[in-house]
């Protein structure tokens, strides 16, 4: 079954500690980022990357890092966690054509 | 700069109504416009997608309209059922490939179906 999948789902953590959300796909897309969804704002890229080794900031990158030394993991990285971080983070593929994006189930994350 | 709104922000309707959701842009060069449904706490999934030369696409119970002259697209629900209660995300894709940085999101319409 072809699928996204994050690690964990639901998080809760002090300011200053660091932490690591992990995503995975089976689908072998290229293509995989990470966003943040707050009421009333909708969804916001965080990262995005295009390939192994290959990342860029979407429009809300600051506060956060990630990695893409292989193709089916894209993890996402708070080094210093902040209260304003707190909120829903989706990772997301995408792969043929239409840019059809399939996101992962979500982590609801929460900074104190 | 690239814009997408969406109305109404929130709707409330009765079961086996129906309903329309609105969805104004402003992306360009124009590729594809998608509706997605997020149920609560899950990621959205996608229901339609549209390309500039289609003007109205099914998906069950699901149709999506567009009209790239005035920029505007809209999600119509037949027969509503309390399953269809989500959040449902316009999405505007700029050009005819790239980045996800030429993705631009609605902030969503949310749908509540009552019994």
């Known amino acids: 079954e072809a699928q996204v999948t994050q690690n964990p789902r639901y998080l809760i953590t002090v300011t200053g500690k660091k932490l690591t959300v992990t995503c995975s796909q089976n689908?072998?897309?290229?293509?995989m980022s990470w966003y943040r969804q707050d009421p009333g704002l909708g969804l916001r890229q965080i990262y995005y990357s295009m390939n192994v080794e290959v990342t860029d900031k979407g429009d809300v990158p600051e506060g956060y890092k990630v990695s893409r030394k292989e193709k089916r993991n894209f993890p996402l990285i708070l080094e210093s966690p902040s209260p304003n971080q707190t909120s829903l983070y989706f990772c997301?593929?995408?792969?043929?054509?239409?840019?059809?994006?399939?996101f992962g189930p979500g982590t609801r994350l929460t900074v104190l | 700069k690239n814009q997408v709104e969406q109305s109404p922000q929130s709707l409330i309707i009765l079961e086996g109504k129906n309903c329309t959701l609105q969805c104004n842009y402003t992306v360009s060069p124009f590729s594809n416009l998608r509706w997605y449904k997020q149920d609560t706490g899950r990621g959205p999934v996608s229901l339609t997608i549209?390309?500039?030369?289609?003007n109205t696409k099914s998906n069950g119970r699901y149709t999506a309209t567009l009209d790239a002259d005035t920029k505007q697209s809209s999600l119509h629900i037949t027969a509503s059922q309390l399953s269809d209660s989500a959040s449902y995300i316009c999405?505007?894709?700029?050009?005819?490939?790239?980045?996800?940085?030429?993705?631009?999101f609605g902030s969503g319409t949310q749908l509540t179906v009552l019994p």
């Open positions: 997301a593929t995408r792969g043929g054509g239409g840019n059809e994006q399939f």
């Open positions: 549209m390309t500039f030369s289609e």
């Open positions: 689908m072998n897309h290229e293509y």
């Open positions: 999405v505007v894709t700029q050009g005819s490939s790239g980045s996800a940085r030429q993705l631009t």
